[in-house]
């Protein structure tokens, strides 16, 4: 017993020392769970819908995911005092001085990602340049780019090609010397002396929504700030909350009588966050028939942490 309760506390305490380092080269940093999830719950979790936008740490308290990042070292040992149970830790993308973002080539799905992207950098032109490079425990690998302090990359899953997710503003990477359910990240040979290279123009090109096509009217969102309340929400969703938070806010909009008029913008949304159009659909298509026999599901914005299906 003594063994098992001596673990997560020497995993916690490599954890903290890996954040520890990567905060102090200018990367912000978050303690995370064995299961890749940041290690504190929202302290809103029981709490009734706020009126306004949802709390993104204003409140003073841990437990806002990314928004609690940072590079303080004070801050950070408070955060993983907190959170005693974490055995790894998340670095924030997206934020200054590096500006993040993270190519995460995948192996559990049947594609070859490393050749997709490839067969993409021929095809626009690009050559990815040394950069740090971090092993998963499932042999996939994350490579880390830079990008300009002026353009906000989304996350995605599968939109630039089969098996290659981004990690953009708003999201997070595993951090290496992670110890999580299914092994450590580690930083892959040859690569540890690197700093993260630029993003290449043209695949940060591919990394960006198409622009959007204006609309007439002095409110381009239905139902007004109330609409723009629940697509903000969606935006603001972490890997592990798209679905659920979709499902939250198009029960909500159908609920207010708004649903069909919000669902472009809803799908627009999650598509930016990583899910498909498809299934963006498919899960608004699921809040309509809820919400067409029962109320929506009583949850708050904060408690939307279920994994994605």
Known sequence: MATTDRYPRQATTLALAHALSAAEHGLAVIPLSRTKLPALRSPHRNAPEPAGPPCHGECGRFGHGVYDASTDPVRVRELFAAAPWATGYGIACGLPPHHLIGVDLDTKSDTDSTAALRELALRHLFTIPPTVVVRTPSGGRHLWLTGPPDVVVPNSAGRLAPGIDIRGAGGYLVGPGSRTAHGVYAIAPGTDHLTPAPCPRSLLRLLLPPPRASRPGPDPTAGGAHGRGLVQFVLAAHEGQRNTRLFWAACRA????????????????????????????GTIASAARMTAHQPPPPMTPHDATAPDA
Do not use: M
């Open 254 to 281: 159908h609920e207010d009588g708004i649903g069909p008029e919000l669902t472009d913008d809803l799908v627009e949304a999650a598509v930016r966050t990583g899910l498909t159009a498809r299934e963006a659909r």
